[in-house]
């Protein structure tokens, strides 16, 4: 299994914020009502992350991928596909999505929405086993969505891209009837969605205008969502462009191209025009880097390693800061503290702390908050950087009561003043404190009153 998931994954990036909102929410997030950097771009080898940190943010095997990407502030999307045989990719089965759910859900996503395409442009036979069948695809999304939401309903489902300027062939098949022969299959597919995937290509040939619109253009998800409403689909869709972009010349290597030079104002115009549309998630250009046939034409990395110009065109684009929801948890796991304290003082408790959500913590974003009951006043409280799944120690100074006796501190971790833990109790005992003069007056009495007794013991012996 681990052979397999290395050979076909994708990774789509788009970037993030690191801030968070508490507390453990449960189903799908709507990325359209936070701030959101729509900016990304298309990878297929974890070895780019850096590059596409670099472009995709204005100011970083897989879970080591996650935690590398959530240290980069990229959220990853998550494209499933299968084998690629000899003329096509391998139809995948029905019986196999329990592999898929029991890996993708044992992984700690970077974000509470976790973004799953499933598949890749069907409407083409080469894409499905070498054969196109839209109502067996149909019936491949909606099992993958129905087991992936099963085990976590933060999972968010995606429909493959469609390739909108494929005609009917024998080997394609045109966008409009694959959906028609869906929905035939499937009436109530769209339920099992929570978004749209495009590839808006701007042809003929990835060569067409920016300024184009309808099928085929930087404005084909325009156009898809207005047929799916043509259909009765009313169903709020963001889209997520997981493909787009030029082919160009290499730098004069392929003629009748445009030059890699003239792609960043193609760009600029994109993201400030057909692509600041509010429905809008995510732009994934295809692709960050490929260095050989037949894609090579998209990198927007050479050959060499260098970057292209557009490159550093489309990294210098404003870009907003993105408040995606995260989760965020954690526990107080064991304390330790000396076993008596004197009454009205500071004294320190020596917690193990467990993050257990998806936000690194900060030492200055972590914080305590008193629980039900709590007894005895926190003072100061003092952590180190803990990233997700990791455990840390934290320092709390908190002040005894005044009084002697046995108190108990519920204390609950908190970021930015609201809890994202369990209380957590712990236990002090307090002694009264004296001063020199009352400790020398307590220790000649209790000298005398044992002298007392011992003479009492004896005069008791003489006298029976």
Request: glycine share 8%.
């Amino acid at each position: 299994m681990k052979a397999l998931i290395l050979s076909i994954f994708i990774l789509l990036i788009f970037p993030r914020l690191t801030v968070g909102r508490a507390g453990m929410i449960h189903a799908v997030e709507d990325p359209l009502v936070v701030p959101n950097n729509k900016f990304g771009i298309h990878i297929i080898d974890e070895n780019d992350l850096e590059d596409a940190r670099k472009l995709v943010n204005s100011a970083a095997r897989w879970q080591n991928v996650f935690d590398k990407m959530r240290e980069m502030h990229l959220i990853p999307i998550v494209r499933l596909a299968t084998i690629q045989q000899v003329d096509s990719w391998q139809k995948p089965s029905l019986e196999n999505t329990g592999d898929w759910v029991r890996f993708l859900n044992s992984l700690n996503w970077v974000i509470k929405n976790r973004y799953i395409i499933v598949g890749n442009e069907p409407n083409h036979a080469k894409e499905w086993g070498g054969a196109i069948n839209p109502k067996e695809y149909a019936e491949y999304l909606k099992k993958v969505s129905e087991d992936l939401k099963l085990a976590s309903p933060d999972f968010f489902i995606l429909p493959a891209g469609f390739d909108a300027s494929a005609p009917n062939s024998r080997e394609t098949m045109n966008e409009e009837v694959f959906i028609q022969r869906m929905l035939e299959a499937q009436p109530l597919i769209f339920n099992y969605i929570d978004g749209w995937t495009s590839h808006s290509y701007p042809n003929p040939g990835f060569s067409g205008s920016e300024l184009a619109s309808g099928k085929g253009s930087l404005l084909t998800f325009d156009w898809e969502l207005s047929y799916l409403k043509s259909l009765g689909i009313e169903k709020k869709l963001p889209v997520f462009i997981t493909e787009t972009g030029w082919v160009h010349s290499m730098d004069g290597e392929i003629q009748k191209l445009i030059s890699p030079q003239s792609l960043g104002s193609k760009f600029k115009t994109a993201f400030e025009l057909p692509w600041s549309d509010q429905r809008i998630a995510a732009i994934t250009p295809f692709i960050l880097s490929y260095k050989a046939e037949p894609f090579s034409p998209f990198s927007w990395i050479k050959k060499d390693g260098g970057l292209y110009d557009f490159y550093y065109d489309v990294q210098n684009l404003p870009k907003i800061k993105g408040e995606p929801v995260q989760i965020n948890s954690g526990q107080i796991l064991t304390s330790a503290i000396a076993p008596i304290v004197d009454a009205g003082t500071y004294f320190h408790v020596l917690l193990t702390l467990e993050n257990t959500g998806q936000i690194i913590w900060l030492p200055e974003e972590i914080s305590l908050v008193a629980g039900d009951g709590n007894e005895i006043a926190i003072d100061q409280f003092m952590s180190a950087e803990i990233k997700p799944g990791e455990r840390g120690i934290g320092l709390l100074r908190g002040l005894a009561p005044n009084l002697p006796g046995s108190y108990s501190g519920r204390v609950r971790l908190a970021s930015r003043g609201q809890p994202i833990s369990p209380e957590f109790e712990f236990q002090i005992k307090t002694v009264q404190v004296l001063t020199a003069d009352e400790a020398l007056v307590n220790m000649f009495t209790n000298i005398r009153d044992s002298i007392r007794a011992k003479v009492g013991s004896i005069w008791y012996n003489l006298t029976h």
